[in-house]
Each structure stands twice: as C-alpha cells, then as structure tokens.
C-alpha cells in the first residue's frame, strides 16, 4: 500500500508443512526483491502450491517457533501481524477465487475495497486494471458467463488491483489458449518492473520467457536456485535434430568431427548430440549441400524440465558427500 | 470491513433468481396464514364478545403468525445458512478472504449481518400485515414488539448455529441437513420432555421465544439468546483459524 516499498518485499525462512504425516513442504527459504519475477518451478505435487499458501497466509507453517519460521512481507511479520502484512499482498490462488454471480466491476470493486482500498482510488484503480488485462468490454458481465481465459484474467486483476507491493500467482496460465499465454506472460513481465511477482509453474518455457530467477522444488524441498539465464547454461543440451530427405548410412553422420553420439529418430530425422566446446552444426550444413542429402530442417535441442531436473539431481547428489561432512 | 462482507453477502443472494422466488413463495404463505387466522378470528368474534375479558385480535391473529413464522425459520434459516462458509470453500473463493487483510472476526461477522439483513426483510411482511388491522381495530402494541423483538433474537440464534455447521464442511447440502437436524432435534426434545423443568427445554431456542410470544419479556430469554448466538459466532472463528491450522 505505502509508496515506499523496501527493496526485500518478501522473505520466509524454514517453512515446514505436513498434512497429516504426510511432509508437503520441508525446511523452504525465499526471498524476494523488488522488481523481480521469481519462478517457482516442480512437478505437480512437488509443493508449490502448499508454499504459496503459507506465504499469503492461507496455511499456517507447521512447528512455526521450533523451526525459527518466519514470513516477512515488505519487513511485516505475517506471523504475528497479519492483516497488516496481508496488505501488501494480492492471490490467485490455483482456482481462481471468483464469485460467480457477481459482474466483473462489481467483483473487482469488491476485492479492491477487501483489500482496504478507499473508495475514491476504487474507481480510477478499476479503470486502469481492465485495461492492464485486457477485461475492457466485459466489465458489466456476470463472471459466471464468461470463458475460462476471461475467467482466470479476473483472477489477476483481482490480485493486482490494489497494487500490492507482492503478487503471488499460483499456474497463472493454466488452462489458457497460445494467444492469451502470451498476453498473460507479457502482462506479468510489465508487473514485474513495480512489483515483485512469485509464480508457480510446471513448465520450463514459462520460467525461461518470464522469471528473472527461478527456484526449483521437487518432493517439497528446493534442490535448486538461479537466475533463469544461469539456469539455461547450466542444463542446456548441446544438440540438435536435424532432418535430411536423403540421409547418408548413419556411420558418415556419426564420423563428422565433434559428433559425440547420432541417434535416428525416423528415416529420415536423427538427433544429433555433441560435446558443448565444438558445434558442428556448418560442418552438417556444407556437408548436405555437397553430397545432396536434402537438409529440410535443423532445429536446436530444447532443454526440457526432465532434463534439467536429471541435471540438477545428478549435481546435488555429487556434491552429497561434501555437503554431509560440513553438517 | 465488516459491512462490505455484508453487502457482498446480500448483493450475492440477490443475484440468485431462488432467493426472489423463495422471497415471493414466503410472502404468499404468509399473506394466507395471516388470512386464515383472521377469518376464524371473525367468525368467532360475537361470541368472544360476551366474555367478560376477551382476547384481543392481537393474541388471536398476531401471536399465531408469530409462533409459525417461528416454527418456518426452522426450515428456512438452514437453506440460507449452508452457503455462507461451505460453499465459498467448495468454490475456493475462502482463499480470497482468508488471504485479504481481514481477521477471521471480520469475516464470521460480515457473513453474520449480511444473512440477519437479509431475513429481517424477508420477515418485514408479517409486522406489516398486522399493522393493516390499525385500520380498523387498536392492536396491543406491546405484544407485536415483544413478538418482533423475540423473532429477531430467534433469527440471530438460528443464523448463528447454522453459520457454525457450514464452517465445518465443505458440502452445503450437509450443512443444511446438519443445521435443519440439530435445530429440529432441539425442538422435538423440548416438546417431547415432559418434566416441567428438563434441561431440554432450557436449551432450546423456540422454548425461550415462547416467553416473547405470549408477551413476556424475561431478560433470562434474551440473555439466552445472546449467549447462544455468541457462542456459536466464535465457535465458528475458531473453525476459520483452524482451517489455517490443519489446511
């Protein structure tokens, strides 16, 4: 709410979270800075969003005085003072929390006004946050009649509406068409220049295209944290796939220099693997072009989330031994 | 905080096309009921006439239509009650509140008024009735405001109770079956306990409006009802905070 907003917004240390015996979240730390789009990165069920829960407040985090746990909204104890941190923050949740009977400006005002906003900034704060997400020619709908991408865009303009200094989005594309993907993506990377942004996802592309860094979780503990362009180097796979109409015996493919290992996908495509110092993607091109091999198509190897966490866990559990003796 | 709760509430029940329908039907049973009794009422009247004290046509039309209008809000504050909590949590829209700068109080409280507003206008209709007889007739002005006084105090008691039993599921149908059954058990136990001073009949809320009904205002009643009512609005707080507590 306040105009000045610190430079850490958010910060939570050692959040634990069972469901019965069952652990969801184990000893999970993260801070936040201003400006800055973090991406929460797991598999469905890794804890992601038990974890989002606690830092809106939702859930409370389990042994909270053994573990030294605390959650810190622009230097609020969320803990110990809720409303006021509560404040600072706009959800949406994993559902997005709509009451269905309402029409979009109603509902928004409603939600702006929960968040203690005053009546006279309501009105000007409704304006600009439909134009923000695009819910300009729908503000007199009833919420319940809308399509699922209109639906969700409700969803993020009730979490913005008040400017909160920290917006927690829980899989803010779910569900969404190509088109309304990216008009959400964009519309997350402007909120990110003002305000720090948390967002939960399974997929690698989302974190590559809109978070500046990314935590990685998996079984409820976070086994990795970067920038996301450190992330990129880190598990890029040096490869490519590479279609040829009239493929050579694939012994000539795998002679190429710096080819480490061709593997053929159908006839006519193979994926080609090689060491990430030499790239012998020209040597491909000039080759095909000498002998006819017909190249139709060459694409670079995307890194996907299995590979990085193959990545990742291989890494963590080299360092393993080092790690065990320092404790 | 609390009075934007409310209006959302009410704002929310209105939007419903059943809530008009359920206002329109309530109407018409009472508009029938009021009817009734002031027919027989007429037919009776020259031999009333003859008693040296008789009954006025407020305790032979008004006290009725109190009693059964009580008797209704058995049925119909259930039906009202199990989508405060229970459905906003079915729809996830709990998380909306629970993560919004309010206290579990704000919210227990908010649903509370707004659902007290609501019935208070949807009963609004039998006092208005009853007052049509002033133009032919003096009513015992007395009697109608112990009686509204008295309902009211029921309406707040039966809100409450029904409010607590939504927070503890998510299924608004089990919170209507559970609070129409508790309610409808603290009535048949009443009724049924023959001893003159059981403890069924102190624990039961139509038992302590029967006071009002017949014209009688006991402070014992309506601390009763306060007590009731409180007790109920902050077990339901407690259920917020443990919602936090166990997920």
């Keep these: 709410m306040s105009n000045i907003i610190p430079e850490i917004t958010l910060s939570a240390r050692n959040l634990t979270r069972r469901f019965g015996n069952r652990p969801a979240v184990h000893n999970v730390s993260l801070e936040l800075k201003r400006g800055e789009v973090l991406g929460l990165l797991g598999h469905n069920g890794a804890g992601k969003t038990t974890t989002l829960q606690m830092l809106t407040g939702c859930l409370l985090p389990n042994d909270a005085e053994q573990n030294q746990s605390s959650i810190d909204i622009c230097g609020i104890n969320l803990l110990h003072h809720p409303v006021r941190a509560k404040a600072n923050l706009g959800y949406l949740p994993e559902t997005p929390p709509l009451y269905r009977e309402l029409s979009v400006n109603d509902y928004l005002t409603f939600a702006a006004r929960l968040r203690g906003m005053a009546g006279a900034a309501v009105a000007e704060a409704l304006v600009q946050t439909r134009q923000h997400c695009g819910l300009e020619t729908v503000g007199k709908k009833i919420i319940g009649t809308l399509s699922k991408g209109y639906q969700q865009r409700v969803g993020i303009a009730q979490a913005i509406i008040h400017r909160p200094a920290v917006i927690v989005l829980d899989e803010p594309t779910v569900g969404l068409d190509p088109t309304q993907i990216r008009g959400i993506r964009s519309l997350i990377r402007e909120l990110g220049n003002t305000h720090s942004v948390i967002l939960s996802t399974h997929l690698l592309s989302e974190v590559e295209s809109v978070c500046d860094r990314v935590e990685i979780m998996q079984h409820g503990k976070l086994i990795y944290g970067d920038t996301s362009v450190h992330m990129k180097q880190h598990v890029s796979v040096s490869g490519f796939i590479i279609g040829l109409r009239n493929p050579p015996p694939l012994s000539v493919l795998e002679g190429i220099v710096g080819v480490s290992h061709v593997e053929p996908l159908s006839t006519t495509q193979f994926r080609v693997l090689h060491a990430s110092s030499s790239d012998p993607k020209s040597e491909f091109i000039t080759l095909a072009a000498q002998q006819g091999w017909q190249l139709e198509q060459l694409t670079p190897l995307q890194a996907t989330l299995e590979d990085v966490f193959a990545t990742i866990t291989d890494s963590s559990e080299e360092k393993k031994p080092s790690s065990g003796a320092s404790s | ?247």
């Design chain 2, 1 to 247: 905080m609390i009075r934007l709760l409310a209006g959302r509430e009410l704002r929310s029940l209105f939007a419903m096309p059943s809530t008009w329908f359920i206002l329109a039907v309530l109407q018409f049973i009472f508009a029938w009921f009021f009817l009734a009794r002031l027919e027989a009422f007429l037919e009776v009247q020259p031999q009333l006439a003859q008693l040296a004290n008789p009954p006025g046509v407020t305790t032979t039309v008004a006290a009725p239509m109190f009693n059964t209008v009580g008797l209704l809000l058995m049925m119909l504050v259930p039906m009202f009650t199990m989508r405060l909590i229970a459905e906003e949590r079915r729809n996830q829209t709990l998380t909306l509140l629970l993560s919004a700068p309010l206290s579990g109080r704000h919210i227990v409280l908010g649903k509370f008024f707004g659902l007290l507003i609501f019935l208070v206008v949807l009963m609004t209709g039998v006092p208005l009735m009853l007052y049509t007889l002033t133009l032919g007739t003096d009513l015992d002005h007395g009697l109608l405001l112990s009686n509204i006084l008295g309902l009211l105090l029921l309406t707040a008691s039966y809100i409450a109770l029904g409010l607590y039993i939504s927070a503890l599921t998510t299924q608004p149908i089990i919170a209507a079956i559970g609070a129409f059954a508790v309610l409808m058990g603290l009535w048949l136990a009443d009724i049924g306990a023959a001893a003159e001073n059981s403890p069924w009949h102190f624990i039961s809320p139509l038992n302590h409006f029967q006071n009002f009904n017949n014209g009688l205002l006991d402070s014992s009643d309506a601390a009763f009802f306060i007590l009731f009512t409180t007790v109920f609005l902050l077990l339901t707080m407690q259920r917020l905070h443990n919602n936090r507590l166990y997920g």
